[in-house]
């Protein structure tokens, strides 16, 4: 059986009923990973918005240079 943890309250979910897939996350050297989370925690998890960060100083970046 796969460990799951969950990504609103970081702890295991050790009842394969109470898991919730939430989305893939790609990795940068590899497959990357599920986002789980509890049943009850499904609709405060939020996403994380590094990448959409990463991009947005990327993109200001580029419109800066002459």
Do not use: K
């Amino acid at each position: 059986m796969t460990l799951r943890f969950c990504r609103y309250c970081d702890e295991p979910i050790t009842d394969p009923d109470d898991a919730v897939h939430l989305w893939h996350e790609e990795g940068m050297s590899g497959p990357g990973r599920e986002v789980w989370a509890h049943r009850e925690h499904v609709g405060l998890v939020e996403p994380d918005t590094t990448l959409v960060r990463l991009l947005a100083r990327v993109l200001i970046a580029e419109r800066r240079r002459p």
